[in-house]
Nanobody, 118 residues
Framework: HVQLVESGGGSVQAGGSLRLSCTHP????????MGWYRQVPGTERELVST???????TYSDSVKGRFIISHDNDKNTLYLQMNDVKTEDTANYIC?????????????WGQGTQVTVS
């Protein structure tokens, strides 16, 4: 059972900042991307940001310019720096990692950490 463990969620005022962390086993993120999803109850999970092992990043339009994804290879930890947060950023943020089967696909999931912006 692969464990992706998120931390760093909490309550923050609009315009503030928060940093999420996700620790994972060392064999995750060797060849395939990791990322952050978010989900509000009753809605579909939304892909927020991804990072590839070569450092290439992607962001959804809703967070581009405000959030920064990064990864510390020595600590086996994925981060999401959330800046200038808005009330619409309120959600459960879920760390996820892909695994190479025939090709890379989303395979590992954390339990999530709640972010509430007021």
């Amino acid at each position: 059972h692969v464990q992706l463990v998120e931390s760093g969620g909490g309550s923050v005022q609009a315009g503030g900042s928060l940093r999420l962390s996700c620790t994972h086993p060392s064999y995750v993120f060797r060849k395939c991307p990791m990322g952050w999803y978010r989900q509000v109850p009753g809605t579909e999970r939304e892909l927020v940001s991804t990072i590839r092992p070569d450092g290439t990043t992607t962001y959804s339009d809703s967070v581009k310019g405000r959030f920064i994804i990064s990864h510390d290879n020595d600590k086996n930890t994925l981060y999401l720096q959330m800046n200038d947060v808005k009330t619409e950023d309120t959600a459960n943020y879920i760390c996820a990692a892909q695994r190479r089967l025939l090709s890379c696909a989303w395979y590992y999931w954390g339990q999530g950490t709640q972010v509430t912006v007021s």
